[in-house]
């Protein structure tokens, strides 16, 4: 079965300081998502990758999946205390019904 | 258009007694998935239904967990006879019938089940 491992597993950064968090997938993904979860609240969805070298956009968050596919990044950039929160990767299957594998998570703080 | 729909959002149960949780999927959405995040452990899935069929249980536990969507109504998690260890939250998602496209899911609050 898919497993996926994020890394790094927390981040503290300072206010308008960039960061990477990296999603790394033993199998080939075909759908890969990034959500955003706050404490105690449901996943907000950030984006949705499919296709290899695969590259969105959103305000200041950019998300990548490399041409294998099987490795995705996400970037923030000038960061905010608002863009504090857990980072969950998800993948799921060759289907677009199937249901979706989730990574560990990252967690991110960010100082003022 | 509103959103994912859960309640109850808190539930309290003693042991042995059964908690029941509801999800009403986004408007237009006809499929719905439950899925378990455990206290220091990441989101699991657990049942992936669609209108009065069970699709995929893969991630349920064979005793004591049954799943329904039916016809009218909202799709049903239900945990009979509740340990403590199914204290945890439980998140709901749904998403388009868009036939052979992908389309994220989108998840509700959440249910936080709380075993006394």
Known sequence: SQELEQSPQSLIVQEGKNLTINCTSSKTLYGLYWYKQKYGEGLIFLMMLQKGG??????????????????????????????????????????????????????????P | NAGVMQNPRHLVRRRGQEARLRCSPMKGHSHVYWYRQLPEEGLKFMVYLQKENIIDESGMPKERFSAEFPKEGPSILRIQQVVRGDSAAYFCASSPNAGSLRYEQYFGPGTRLTVT
């Open chain 1, 54 to 111: 695969e590259e969105k956009s959103h305000e200041k968050i950019t998300a990548k999946l490399d041409e294998k596919k099987q490795q995705s990044s996400l970037h923030i950039t000038a960061s905010q205390p608002s863009h504090a929160g857990i980072y969950l990767c998800g993948a799921d299957g060759k289907t677009s019904y199937d249901k979706v594998i989730f990574g560990p998570g990252t967690s991110l703080s960010v100082i």
